[in-house]
């Protein structure tokens, strides 16, 4: 667990290597807890019908959505399991809303935690599983259902400042 | 636990949902246990230099992807835990590929089981948690990866027979 | 793993231990798989004020009443990682039911496998997982929220035939 | 993640709400660090014939009434996957004990944390959890164990200061 | 999920891996489900005075030993999530002992399947993980504790047919 | 949650124990977080075929002892899973290494936390886990491997100071 980051290809690091570029868990046992939020969004690409569907009103929306937030939910906590290398971090904030467009469904994560080391692992994992998880509520109806999106949208906090994406 | 789908907007159906439009988890109680088999594939695209970097050789891009499909492999056997109302299934066979292209990797899960329903959501949680997976590996080094498209792309076996994505 | 029951006070067994009086997972191996189902149920006790709020309609409600049924599937699944000496089975369909009355909740789970063994512990810990959830949900407008009974209500199928709670 | 709760029907917030109504993880970035604890307790009413054969002595008592504790104890740390909204907290403590009556068991958790919000929910968990797993232990002599009551009796620490149920 | 497997090095084989080398879930699903027993065992060395508590009779010695031994099944179920390659296996019985030595501890685990592949990784992890709890139990009084053994003792069932080791 | 710790045997205590000689999980409420370091050391015999397997280089050496690599670092985060009294701990950082010898492999494990009490059995833990997954990889052309040593290499930090194994 040295702390020297190896050194690659100019000033790029893979800092999840070890000196002997094996995987390892970073050490960040120097790095002060502080606060931190990370936003990730998703988009799931969805039939018409499907479209219809969801939007039709009643109980049936809300729970497929509810589902797909849940699990969103769900698995921002569980990304330290999912991810080998994932620091556990105590998150403070999870928010995840899912909502309908024309063409599909947007699905946004936001995650807070009091620590070392930022949750962008977490919003994203947090997003890919309410993604998956909307797809299993509808794949009946809609099987060419599709993820096309999922990314990092912005994070604050850190040694690192904040960053908001502009591609 | 009613047979009987709830039928909505013709012959589209929810069967995720009870008689009372609330989410259940399908009895799939009188399905016989049939061989299937179930291919997702996703694609993380990154930036040149992490292009490069992956395909520097060495230990680390093994270790990299090495991470990303053991990852993968993992979540196949987690998906009833992330997805609410999946079934648990007996995974017989689960194999995780990932390949370095020009302009990102492209990732590919093939989930197999002897079971009453299909191991669609299996592959699709395997391929979007090996992709998170990979982008916190190479995170450090390109902030902007992002997941570009995760989709179930073929399956066979049970009553349904055979299919393969053609769009 | 001997086959042998510990006898106890008469017909009594405690068939969880093993000759040693320790605790053990039951031999189920020479079992056959037959279709079983499980229900049992719960109640939950609340002030007025928390019941009206529940039943004042809008996504509330059906948030509050969904999060405490997904929670039920999903402790379902959870079951042997929970009971210590519960066998892991294949269940074949979990449906979770939560209803508000004039005093509080009355929550229901019915849970179906193929299997050597029953179900009776995986729809009690639905329900109980359900109504901590539920308390979680509303535990700010009403902390003398309390779960006043969960009990095994039928089970049918394997060697033991049908049986419906009569007391 | 707002600040601002859910207003309703009078001073009644479900904080466990978004603006939308929909189910979030509150969050708690900005409440300090404290130690906290809760104390909740459940009671399972058994048979006279189930009581004697706890009370009988020797090991299998201790086996099934230590299986019941043990796995409370593992669930208050479980209770973040389990109640969907619950924060992830570092457990600085848990005790759960099982006591014999005469018509039952008592069951009592104590937890505590140094942390931003409560565990009140990891001691109801734990003690449901215990609860469910002492039937599991002498579900074959008594098929028709119940839970009666599982409730948080007492909490210290926080903003909101001491409490101890007294109804 | 090629059936070919790898051959290297004359007649060894790596079936854990695929075409390419690369980790993988073997595919078991053209396997038969047979009834499959493998035996592990474990040796954690202690001190005489660890020994002499252990020993001393009493609660406390029933509990460090219950707490490794069940710790030791819940293991045996964790299986797959601990052991990256291995399949979900439907246990149908499990069975931990612990035995106090004169300088130490044998534990030995018992696991049985009805499925298309064994269970000595269950029975070995379920070993091991028991070793490392009563270890976590007494170490405040022996911090040299040491495992000094894993392995698995027996076989039965499969295509490989009974196995016994004598080394 | 008694702090006063139960005394057996002369100076000689099992934490672990409450004042009625249970087990629970000791309360660490009033220590204060500080940096802890554990290092834990195993050893898996193995065959000279299976080592020369594993020297012969190319992506199957990598791959194998990646996957024991990645399986002791998730393991180390999945302790308090699997130790029933173990606290759940933010982990700062973990390496495990793996490294070939002529009659088997030495696995080592460092793991580092911030908080207040030590990480001795994540460390540990780790170690078991990577092993175990270690003789999955191998076990088709080696049935005979056997883990001959798991052991606390060293700690830092926290109250009693730095310690090193000389045995």
Request: one cysteine or more.
């Amino acid at each position: 667990m040295a702390e020297r980051p190896v050194e690659r290809a100019g000033d790029a690091t893979l800092t999840h290597l070890n000196d002997a570029g094996e995987a390892r868990m970073v050490d960040v046992s120097d790095k002060p807890a502080t606060a931190r939020e990370a936003t990730a969004r998703g988009f799931v690409r969805l039939s018409a019908e499907c479209v219809a569907l969801l939007r039709s009103g009643g109980v049936p929306k809300g729970d497929a959505l509810a589902v797909a937030r849940i699990a969103g939910i769900m698995a921002a906590k569980k990304t330290p399991e999912l991810i080998p290398l994932c620091h556990p971090l105590p998150l403070t904030g999870t928010d995840v809303t899912a909502e309908v467009t024309d063409d599909g469904a947007e699905i946004v994560a936001r995650v807070r935690t009091l620590g070392p080391t930022g949750v962008e692992m977490e919003a994203l994992t947090a997003v890919s599983v309410a993604c998956c998880a909307l797809i299993d509520m509808i794949k009946a109806v809609d099987r060419l259902a599709r993820i096309e999106r999922v990314e990092v949208a912005a994070k604050s906090g850190g040694r690192s400042g904040d960053w908001k994406r502009e591609d």
